[in-house]
Antibody, heavy 117, light 112 residues
């Protein structure tokens, strides 16, 4: 079925940086597109970034130029490097599996990022 | 970007009764393969979202058959044939046709 476990969240000051990680298990990680989706407290879901099986990347306008998504297929891991963080980036960040055309079918439990002075 | 608009935003339901949620996309989600790239997700209280329906009308693995999806042009509907207490939460539609992926605002379903 597959499992995703995020880590790396925490409290950071505005302008600071944080690196999120997502460890994948129970499936062939390299066969899937992967996403980061975030959710501010009490708000809806917001797509953040996507890395394809071949390493191609896409970003939402709100994070483009500040965030970098990457993957290491040898380590079955997904990453999100977040720089120049703002209060508006405060959210729970979910790592999500995407089997391309079959929905985002596996979600992690999320890791919380708080940007505050 | 494709805009997704859900209605209603709040839906009180009675167990055993049917319910439906609507989602409209600002442009066609129909790909050249004939499929509409629209997914439905449910986020139960305190939990991560879970996939219910993909490609407009395909139930995800393990999803009860009381859930179904239908498509009419750019209008999409999630149907629950007989609501159960465990169905409470926030339902989201999401277009998967192109990046950036975009979600609807969410529909909160509660038991009356």
């Amino acid at each position: 079925e597959g499992q995703l476990v995020e880590s790396g969240g925490g409290l950071v000051q505005p302008g600071g940086s944080l690196r999120l990680s997502c460890a994948a298990s129970g499936f062939t990680f390299s066969n899937y597109d992967m996403h980061w989706v975030r959710q501010a407290t009490g708000k809806g879901l917001e797509w953040v970034a996507d890395v394809g099986r071949r390493g191609d990347t896409w970003y939402s306008d709100s994070v483009k130029g500040r965030f970098t998504i990457s993957r290491d297929n040898g380590k079955n891991s997904l990453y999100l490097q977040m720089n120049s963080l703002r209060a508006g980036d405060t959210a729970v960040y979910f790592c999500v599996r995407d089997p391309a055309g079959h929905g985002m079918d596996v979600w992690g439990q999320g890791t919380t990022v708080t940007v505050s002075s | 970007d494709i805009v997704m608009t859900q209605s209603p935003l709040f839906l009180p339901v009675t167990p055993g009764e049917p319910a439906s949620i609507s989602c409209r996309s600002s442009q066609s989600l129909l790909y050249r393969n004939g499929y509409n790239y629209l997914d439905w997700y449910l986020q139960k209280p305190g939990r991560s979202p879970q996939l219910l329906i993909y490609l407009g009308s395909n139930r995800a693995s393990g999803v009860p058959d009381r859930f179904s999806g239908s498509v009419s042009g750019t209008d999409f509907t999630l149907h629950i044939s007989r609501v159960e207490a465990e169905d409470v939460g926030v339902y989201y539609c999401m277009q998967a046709l192109q990046n950036p992926r975009t979600f609807g605002q969410g529909t909160k379903v509660e038991i009356k």
